[in-house]
Structures are given as structure tokens and as C-alpha cells.
């Protein structure tokens, strides 16, 4: 089964509506096929940690 990763949040204004849309690509990923991970951020330098040992992000 591959590890999804869903990117959300971030540092902009938009970070509502980042981690919004992320937890709604989350509700529409098949969890039968995907192990899916939300990866969720508020420093760029998180984003590289959080993202080791996903298949794909």
C-alpha cells in the first residue's frame, strides 16, 4: 500500500484554507488502495522531515 501524503497549512494567509482543502483531498483519496498521512506545516523547514518515508506527496 502506498503512503500518501497530503501537504496542508503552510505560512500564507491562506492557511485555512490550505489545511480545508487538504483534510477534503484526504476524503476523496481510497483508503483500500492508499495509506494516506497528513503533513501538515507552519515552518518550511517541517515540511522536509515530515515528508521522509512517504511514497509520494
Do not use: C, Q, W
Request: glycine content about 8%; proline content about 4%.
Amino acid at each position: 500500500m502506498l503512503k500518501v501524503g497530503v501537504i496542508m497549512g503552510g505560512i500564507s494567509s491562506e492557511m485555512e484554507v490550505s489545511l480545508n482543502t487538504g483534510r477534503e483531498m484526504m476524503n476523496h483519496l481510497d483508503r483500500n488502495k492508499y495509506e494516506v498521512i497528513p503533513v501538515v506545516f507552519s515552518k518550511p523547514a517541517e515540511l522536509v522531515e515530515k515528508v521522509k518515508g512517504l511514497d509520494i506527496v
